[in-house]
């Protein structure tokens, strides 16, 4: 009768367990400004061309978001070229991040982000430098534009450095 009861507990909490995780798939597949926001600025940070998918069709002046995001990369791979360094060695991560909604609309947001970026060459390597306090931290801090396009959340305005003068 013991085990009975064991197995049925342990059942029941296992039953339990599958039904949150599956609860919190679905909440987490919802797309917010905030989560929009913090995934614009880890792909901008790490110099992904996938940030484009998060630009607003405003923002590219005629343009494509793709052509905006290779006109940053460009700027970014003389950067890096001026410097002696490679493309590579631009790359950085966010860490921290923290994201606060400063106004809101029915299809605007104004998302203040805030969090610490390091040099990050490659994942492992900003992995280590923060466990071992390596290299320099600086700290971002940057009020983000947002509107709803069609069901997904896209930054506008002048996000970062993105759009050159």
Known sequence: MD??????????ILMLALILQVVLAVADQRDTPEKAAVEFAEAYYWLDPSMADRLCTDLARGKTAAA?????LQRTRDEARSLGYEF??????I?????RVTATGENTAEIRLSGD????????????????AVGEVHPVDETLTLVREGDSWKVCGKPFRLIGS
């Open 117 to 132: 970026r390091r040099r990050t060459i490659n994942p492992v390597y900003g992995l280590v430098a923060r466990w071992f």
């Open 88 to 93: 590579d060695y631009m790359k950085q991560g």
């Open 68 to 72: 905006v995001v290779e006109g940053y």
């Open 3 to 12: 085990s009975g009861t064991r197995f049925l507990t342990f059942t029941s």
């Open 95 to 99: 860490y921290h991040v923290q994201t």
